[in-house]
């Protein structure tokens, strides 16, 4: 699944000013209008109109009143199919705490005005592995924060790297 191959993946920002970059050891599957822990469960929306759009684009959200959300859209324009970046280890640029998906986007400066954004751009970006990087040790488990979805609440599509410490912590599955 492309949730699964991101882990150990790089996510790249370049806001003009700095630089900022981190490892991805943290991810969860989200499927479209049937999963009803997607957004896109209710519908085509303008907050889920990325996600109805090409692959490759960043869907971003708003949760809270504080925390933003990136998500990359996996599927064929129509597919509203998304993968949640939960966590990244630090590689460059990147100070603050990223184990979790608000604090991922806060230490990476990502912010919704960057919704929709071609994550094969100049601005935000994704990077294969390195050559001869180590494979990651992916472990698996239900998505986190989820539970209104009933049994799609269930599905083991969270994917992270058992041996990061940037993991996050979800209270109920061993992250490690």
Do not use: K, Q
Not at 52 to 59: D, K, N, Q, T, V
Request: contains cysteine; aromatic residues 8%.
């Amino acid at each position: 699944t492309v949730a699964r191959d991101l882990i150990g993946a790089r996510l790249v920002h370049d806001d003009g000013r700095t630089v900022r970059a981190g490892r991805i050891v943290e991810t969860e599957a989200y499927l479209g209008p049937r999963d009803l822990a997607a957004h896109s469960s209710r519908g085509r929306t303008a907050r889920t109109e990325v996600m109805f759009g090409p692959p490759g684009h960043a869907y971003i959200y708003f949760i809270y009143g504080f925390w933003n959300c990136l998500n990359v859209v996996t599927a064929a324009p129509g597919v509203p199919h998304a993968v949640l970046l939960r966590a990244i280890e630090p590689l460059e640029g990147v100070t603050d705490r990223t184990s979790g998906p608000g604090l991922l986007c806060r230490a990476m400066h990502i912010d919704r005005r960057l919704n929709g954004i071609d994550l094969a751009g100049d601005v935000l970006w994704l990077e294969p592995a390195p050559a001869g990087a180590p494979p990651a040790r992916v472990g698996r488990s239900p998505r986190i924060g989820v539970g209104y979805a009933g049994e799609w609440a269930r599905r083991p599509w969270r994917f992270f790297d058992r041996a990061s410490a940037c993991v996050s912590r979800d209270g109920g599955h061993d992250s490690r």
